[in-house]
Every structure is written in C-alpha cells, then in structure tokens.
C-alpha cells in the first residue's frame, strides 16, 4: 500500500505538497486533536527528532487543528517537527486510519509499518525501534 499524496497547510500556513518529499523515508502521524495526550505524544516524538534526521527520515504529524493552533503548541513546547493541519481529515480518510495511526513510508512512497489506535506512552520508542530495523 502506498501512502496518498496530500497538500496540508503546516505550523506557519504555507502549504507542503507531499510529492516533495518523493524519493525520501518519512514517518508520518495522523493525531486526532490537540488535547494532553495528543502534545505529550508531539513531545516523545521530538525526542527522537534528531535520531531520525541522521537518518535522512522526514517526521511529519498530522493533526486536527488550524495552523495556528499548531504554531502555538510548537512555540508552548519547543517543537522541531514539522505539523501539518488537516482539519479536514482528508489524509486520515484517504488512509482509512481511524485514532491514532502512524505510518512508516520507504523512499518509494510505500507504507512499510504501520501502527494503528495506538497508545501514546512509549509509542515514538517503539516507532524508533522498526526505523533501527528496516531503515539501517
């Protein structure tokens, strides 16, 4: 299964067109909000941020909420990932992902892992640990 192409607006409202990322490992997140579990999530996944960028692997995260909303929560908590605001569940609906959903996306722009309603706590560790072993 290959992850769909997509036009979100990020953090600072402009617009990031996913054929730009062609030709590049990425993980993406598709969060359902902004509530407490959804930034402690943001903030275990920024832990890991430099770890994958070593490993030229692109994070993006998903989210229901406005560009603003997302430029807040970056600024509130010190986030270097890059969010993408789709308010309109168009990514999640052409996924068929319902909750929580992460997805490990090769070069090629196919889904090579994927975690479905997942629990937050220690799920950017377990992520980390299928990059270490598909992405060497």
């Known amino acids: 299964m290959?992850?769909?192409?997509?036009?979100?607006a990020d953090e600072n409202g402009e617009m990031l067109d996913s054929s730009l990322l062609e030709g590049m490992r990425r993980i993406v997140c598709l969060i359902p909000d902004l509530g407490e579990d959804s930034v402690r999530e943001l903030c275990e996944f920024d832990g890991i941020y430099q770890k994958l960028m070593v490993r030229n692997i692109v994070m993006l995260m998903?989210?229901?909420a406005e560009p603003s909303e997302l430029r807040t929560v970056m600024d509130d908590n010190g986030l270097r990932l890059k969010l993408l605001s789709d308010t309109d569940h168009v990514l999640s609906r052409e996924c068929g992902a319902e909750g929580r959903t992460t997805y490990m996306v090769s070069k090629e722009g196919d889904i090579v892992a994927e975690w479905k309603d997942v629990s937050v706590d220690g799920h950017a560790s377990a992520v980390?640990?299928?990059?270490?072993?598909?992405?060497k």
């Open 2 to 8: 290959r992850l769909p192409r997509f036009n979100l």
């Open 62 to 64: 998903v989210i229901d």
């Open 128 to 135: 980390y640990d299928r990059v270490k072993l598909l992405f």
